[in-house]
């Protein structure tokens, strides 16, 4: 299984950017799907999740300004970022909880990292 993320990029405070990540490969079903970030120097932390049946939970420096939401047929998570602040910059990661085809095994699987810069 493979995660493709993409959508990262420079913007200013207070500006917006939607991140995507796209699962691919010997896939049963998708459980859950989440993002999750890694500052400069710092450890990667929990932004938000998403299970199949679209039950939400953020972490609290985001909840009002960042949204996740999933696309299950295409095996897509999205992460519309809202109000960006320069805090918020660091390499987001997407990562998926798969129940693998065909052995049904429960894998956890992390995409590439895009980079979100919040500078003016």
């Known amino acids: 299984v493979q995660l493709q993320a993409s959508g990262g990029g420079l913007v200013q405070p207070g500006g917006s950017l939607r991140l995507s990540c796209a699962a691919s490969?010997?896939?049963?079903?998708?459980?859950?799907m989440g993002w999750y970030r890694q500052a400069p120097g710092k450890q990667r932390e929990l932004v938000a999740t998403i299970t199949t049946g679209a039950i939400t939970s953020y972490a609290d420096s985001v909840k009002g300004r960042f949204t996740i939401s999933r696309d299950n047929a295409k095996n897509t998570v999205y992460l519309q970022m809202n109000s960006l602040k320069p805090e918020n910059t660091a390499v987001y990661y997407c990562n998926a909880i798969v129940l693998d085809r065909p052995t049904l095994r429960e894998n956890n699987y992390w995409g590439q990292g895009t980079l979100v810069t919040v500078s003016s």
């Open positions: 490969g010997s896939i049963f079903i998708i459980a859950a």
